[in-house]
């Protein structure tokens, strides 16, 4: 109950995640026009372009329970996924047997999920594998995996790793000897389920989409989850950690199986972040048999004082998830909110007055503003057409060329933090004018610029 609890702290966590805002903000779309939107309808530099909602169940998820129960409703939906997730976790790590080796293996799962586990869709996806996972140690049946492949398809692009994970550990389990039936019999019923995703509003296109989004190496190599994992945060040192503690688990109790899970899987977090938190739930089954007959006390023991320490572990649950639920609904910290504040009070109309920002802030405008032409960019780095990325990269990497980039767009406006290279760049440049500053953010704009409300000319 205690690793269910934890779980559900870490779902209710403050809502702020800027992918998650687009997310609601299409959400909302959804719902209002009854359809699944086909073209880019938020930014005016790729507007009308086409695109893959590849996530729009999720949308609607997130849209749905705004409507019943506002930000705390997505947090309360947010909190029962992740719930689930290390309820399904702890399951999975039932074969050790031994409490303590299940409960340390556990902590660094929960240890990485503190990190990692967030409001976008790829948590439903993560529920799913999970569920496959437990399918294919035939805790489960597998007919569930006909649901669960299509709702995957529809809510995020990780679904291949699920049919990675049922290859490998069929080949695993030959290699040892079995026969994989259990396996190839999830996989039956896995793979029809993701192919049945076609039966939705993005048609075959859903699942061409992650092979679309792999073949733009060139912008992805600049987004930080695609990357390989720095370790300097403590959800990556605590997979570090596992993917050494499965290791000498497995030097204890070899099999071809857990081997082959552990290599894949940790190539596939070493050649990008985003896949770390997937790898740590593929560890979990692993991990569980190689832990059997190690510790002298069971988990499945009840002894005496049991529902003494139930009683403590109900309680601290209630006051994580209190705590958690004390917070606030949206984190905003990272957002330039005072200097959008400061052109809304001015009346400037960023429809027409076209504003630069890091892509994040894009994803803010969209949940503050919906569908308008107001953005510039985003994080939906596959949609946006190659000039466009090459302009906004220009802003992150403050190119040479950035202002003939910029012009491109009649860009008018520019908001970057204050600790950016180009805050200072701006401030120095003839040009431009600083409008405002804060703590946090810049706001410049181009001199001469008649920028219409109160401001006038800039």
Not at 4 to 30: E, K, P, Q, W
Not at 87 to 101: E, F, K, M, T, Y
Not at 363 to 392: C, K
Request: glycine share 12%.
């Amino acid at each position: 109950m205690f690793f269910v609890a934890a779980g559900v702290a870490i779902g209710l966590r403050s809502l702020g995640d800027n992918s998650f805002l687009t997310h609601l903000a299409t959400g909302r779309l959804i719902l209002d026009s009854g359809s699944v939107p086909s073209v880019d309808p938020f930014t005016f530099t790729a507007h009308g372009e086409p695109w893959v909602v590849q996530s729009w169940l999720a949308s609607v998820l997130y849209a749905s329970a705004e409507q019943v129960g506002g930000l705390d409703g997505i947090r309360v939906v947010m909190g029962a996924i992740a719930g689930f997730l290390a309820g399904l976790s702890w399951h999975l790590l039932r074969p050790a047997g031994g409490v303590v080796g299940r409960l340390g293996v556990g902590a660094m799962a929960l240890t990485v999920g503190g990190g990692l586990w967030t409001e976008r869709p790829y948590m439903i996806g993560l529920l799913a594998f999970a569920l496959l996972a437990t399918a294919a140690e035939g805790r489960v049946s597998p007919v569930w995996l006909l649901l669960a492949g299509w709702v995957w398809v529809n809510v995020h692009g990780s679904f291949p790793l699920g049919i990675v994970y049922l290859v490998v550990v069929a080949v695993g389990s030959r290699l040892d000897g079995g026969d994989g039936a259990v396996e190839l019999r999830c996989l039956r019923w896995a793979l029809p389920g993701m192919l049945a995703g076609v039966i939705g509003p993005l048609g075959p296109g859903v699942l061409l989409f992650p092979a679309q989004l792999l073949g733009r190496q060139d912008l992805l190599a600049n987004v930080i989850e695609w990357q390989a994992p720095s370790f300097t945060s403590l959800s990556e040192r605590a997979f570090l950690l596992q993917v050494m503690v499965a290791v000498v688990l497995l030097a204890r109790r070899p099999s071809v199986r857990g081997a082959l899970v552990v290599a894949v899987f940790t190539a596939a977090a070493l050649l990008g972040s985003r896949n770390v938190v997937v790898a740590s739930l593929a560890f979990l089954p692993t991990m569980a048999l190689a832990l059997r007959g190690l510790g002298s006390v069971s988990s499945e023991d009840r002894p005496r004082y049991a529902p003494v320490v139930g009683l403590a572990g109900a309680l601290l649950g209630v006051l994580l998830v209190s705590a958690r639920l004390a917070l606030p609904s949206l984190n905003v910290e990272k957002y330039p909110v005072d200097a959008l504040a400061y052109l809304e009070e001015a009346e400037v109309d960023l429809r027409t007055h076209h504003l630069a920002a890091p892509d994040y802030v894009g994803n803010f405008l969209e949940y503050v503003y919906g569908p308008g032409e107001r953005v510039f960019y985003d994080d939906r780095f596959d949609m946006f057409p190659e000039d466009v990325s090459t302009a906004a990269l220009a802003v992150a990497h403050v190119d040479p060329n950035l202002f003939g980039e910029l012009s491109r767009y009649d860009i008018e406006l520019i908001t970057i933090p204050r600790s950016s290279p180009l805050s200072l760049v701006l401030a120095l440049e003839p040009g431009w004018r600083m409008l405002y500053q804060d703590e946090g953010w810049s706001l410049a704009c181009i001199r001469g610029k008649d920028l219409g409300g109160t401001l006038s000319t800039c």
